[in-house]
């Protein structure tokens, strides 16, 4: 399996977990950092008034959205979490 968006490349001193225990782990830190990204544009989008960059901040909501709801329907089709508890966010999606 391929990472997904993790960028980690370096070295551990901890055991290695097999491939596919490294893979839950990976796509796991995956969500979690784009939960945090998300709550970063969303926060960025509340706090500027420039036209520019409210169309940056709409941008970049719709596009970590899009990124989570891949990481999320991933950790579905993995059995890491229950797709019958995948509940995608609620359609925030800015419009132009």
Sequence with gaps: MK??????TYATDKPE???????EK?????????????EI???GFDNVTDPDLIDCYIYKVNAVLKRYKFLMEKAAELNIIKAAD?????????QD
């Design 41 to 43: 544009a969303y926060s």
């Design 17 to 23: 977990l097999p491939a596919k225990d490294k893979d």
């Design 86 to 94: 995948f509940t995608p966010l609620p359609k925030e999606d800015f």
């Design 26 to 38: 990976r796509l796991m830190d995956d969500l979690k950092l784009t939960r945090t990204e998300l």
């Design 3 to 8: 990472s997904f968006f993790s960028h980690t």
